[in-house]
Nanobody
Framework: VQLQASGGGLVQAGGSLRLSCAASGRTFSMYGMGWFRQAPGKEREFVAAISRGGVGRNYADSVKGRFTISRDNAKNTVYLQMNSLKLEDTAVYYC????????????????WGQGTLVTVSS
């Protein structure tokens, strides 16, 4: 599966953005999906994940209550709604697909998108 992330940009602290990740192929609903992010000089970290059917969701503590992951299997797309953005949310955000689960570790994911940059300014 090929993934294309979009929706990043420059936003002021406290603002909102919605990221999208469009997947190619007809098997999107068979994949757990995740969002990760990587800030300059830091390791890639888990942000959120969603199960194949969209019922199960998991969030990093740092974004819980502010970010919402969702998916539309009919559109082969997963979303990340980001509200109340903070300076520390600045990073390149990646979507990823997991054939077997919807985990929190980058190594569990089999396919990755190219990343979209989110910059939060003061």
């Amino acid at each position: 599966v090929q993934l294309q992330a979009s929706g990043g940009g420059l936003v002021q602290a406290g603002g909102s953005l919605r990221l999208s990740c469009a997947a190619s192929g007809r098997t999107f609903s068979m994949y757990g999906m995740g969002w990760f992010r990587q800030a300059p000089g830091k390791e890639r970290e888990f942000v959120a994940a969603i199960s194949r059917g969209g019922v199960g969701r998991n969030y990093a503590d740092s974004v819980k209550g502010r970010f919402t992951i969702s998916r539309d299997n009919a559109k082969n797309t997963v979303y990340l709604q980001m509200n109340s953005l903070k300076l520390e949310d600045t990073a390149v955000y990646y979507c990823a697909a997991d054939r077997t689960d919807w985990g929190t570790l980058p190594g569990e994911y089999h396919y990755w998108g190219q990343g979209t940059l989110v910059t939060v300014s003061s």
